[in-house]
């Protein structure tokens, strides 16, 4: 992935007493600003900055940061009364909102970067909304502990925000946290329950309780080329499909089994598409080709 592709020059950058106002002040109130007081000789300095330009950057321009040597700036790092460090500011609309002393995890400097983020001076809907793109950004990225701590942070700010919400869920499923997972869902607000992203994870949370038993996909295969007219042995192939992650062919045999005979166990095939479907949201191509095939075979 190419972090600098919509990255503005100045996101980082080398600060000063005579800079401050225009490099921290004056552009926090369009952008929120972290400021690093730090010094050559500190130890947990030489590790905190690298780790909050890496998460600086990964917010692409949402957020920017200033480094200031204690050093070489003791006026401001007295007026800021910076009595250790690392310290570390964020200003919003040309105050300090936020801050923390000392070196962090990588998961806490995201938690807090989001946590900036969303009191955005561009307003705080938007500034939600940068929040949860970084946090997917993180999720599409694998780094799911991570982003689990960015919906949290964005939860803490708006606790009914339905796609933090979902994030979240979806980070616990994919750390294999599944009762994690349902108690985050059963935090959704009342009558909100069929928002298309909580259906999504909890088809997703249903679909993975179910390929915990599926069965051996060689002997399910080995069992449907003795009878192709097994629906059964269908049914478990595919379940076994979705365990091992091959979303595409498990479709293919729920829809030869619905080809085949649509009312089959109670409509079973039918069910468990409309689930796989869901849990793979309303604009995922597989979803979008699935449904399409499925209404051709109903209208066949």
């Known amino acids: 992935m190419d972090l600098s592709a919509n990255i503005p020059a100045d996101l980082i950058k080398d600060g000063n007493e005579a800079s401050f106002m ?8 369009t952008v929120p600003v972290i400021v690093d007081f730090w010094a050559p000789w500190c130890g947990p300095c030489k590790t905190l900055g690298p780790a909050l ?4 950057t990964k917010a692409r321009g949402k957020v920017k940061m200033v480094k200031i040597d204690v050093d070489q700036n003791q006026g401001i790092a007295g ?3 910076i009595q250790s460090i690392p310290t570390v500011y964020a200003f919003v609309n040309g105050q300090p909102i936020d801050g923390f002393t000392g070196a962090q995890t990588p998961a ?16 705080e809907d938007e500034g939600l909304d940068e929040a949860l793109v970084a946090a997917q950004q993180m999720f599409d990225d694998g780094e799911f502990a991570d982003a689990a701590q960015t919906f949290a942070a964005i939860l803490g700010e708006d606790e009914g925000n339905l796609n933090a919400i979902a994030g979240l869920a979806r ?15 059963a935090t959704v607000p009342a009558g909100k329950e069929g928002d298309a992203a909580i259906l999504a994870v909890k088809a997703q949370i249903e679909l993975g309780e179910s390929a915990a038993s599926a069965g051996d996909l060689d002997d ?7 009878d192709p007219a097994d629906n059964q042995a269908r049914f478990e192939l595919a379940e076994a499909m979705l365990a091992h992650k091959q979303t595409e062919a498990a479709i293919d045999q729920l829809l030869e089994i619905y080809r085949r005979d649509r ?3 109670e409509a079973a ?11 793979l949201g309303p604009k995922d191509p597989l979803a979008l080709k699935g449904r399409r095939r499925l209404s051709s075979l109903a209208f066949a």
């Open 22 to 29: 225009a490099d921290v002040v004056e552009t926090s109130r």
């Open 53 to 56: 330009e890496a998460a600086v």
């Open 79 to 81: 007026q800021l009364k």
């Open 108 to 123: 806490a400097i995201d938690k807090f970067i989001a946590k900036v983020i969303a009191q955005s001076p561009a307003g």
């Open 171 to 185: 980070c616990h499923v994919a750390l294999g946290e599944i009762e994690q997972a349902k108690a985050v869902l």
């Open 220 to 226: 399910l295969q080995a069992r449907l080329d003795a």
């Open 263 to 265: 009312d089959w166990n």
């Open 269 to 279: 095939a039918k069910n468990k598409l409309i689930k796989v479907f869901d849990s």
